[in-house]
């Protein structure tokens, strides 16, 4: 059985947080996965409330940017998210959209995978 062993992802939206730990092996993943991750997990959280809304993912990862806006790729990890993302935007019925943004202007998200906001529950 696999255990968190750090902080890993985070996200931002509604004045809310979400921060979340890696699994061993995780950081053997391709780094799109990595990035897919807390936004699927984002979902899982927040898709209740985003109800009837189209929610705009930013991202600073471009090959996941493609990603939610094609709903389609051949890497079979990022499809299992994407399908997992997808069935979320119709279980809570919400639309699905991404923007990059630069990686400069990500900060509080990458302040959350790194803990730097000391919101770690651990």
């Known amino acids: 059985m696999s255990t968190p062993t750090r902080r890993a992802h985070g996200a931002v939206g509604h004045s809310m947080t979400y921060d979340g730990s890696s699994i061993n092996g995780q950081q053997k993943c391709h780094i799109a996965v990595k990035e ?3 936004i699927v997990m984002a979902a899982t ?4 409330f985003w ?3 189209s929610i705009r993912f930013n991202s600073d990862n471009t090959a996941v ?3 939610l806006n094609a709903g ?3 890497h079979w990890a990022l499809m299992h998210l994407m399908r997992c ?3 979320l935007a119709a279980k ?3 639309v699905i959209s991404a923007a990059h943004i630069k990686g400069v202007d990500n900060t ?3 302040a959350l995978s790194r803990d730097v906001l000391g919101c770690s529950s651990a």
């Not at 959280?45 to 209740?48: A, E, Y």
């Open 36 to 38: 897919m991750l807390p």
């Open 45 to 48: 959280v927040w898709g209740k």
């Open 51 to 53: 109800q009837g809304l």
């Open 65 to 67: 940017v493609a990603l």
């Open 72 to 74: 389609s790729v051949k």
């Open 85 to 87: 993302l997808t069935f």
């Open 92 to 94: 809570f019925n919400f």
């Open 108 to 110: 509080l998200a990458d």
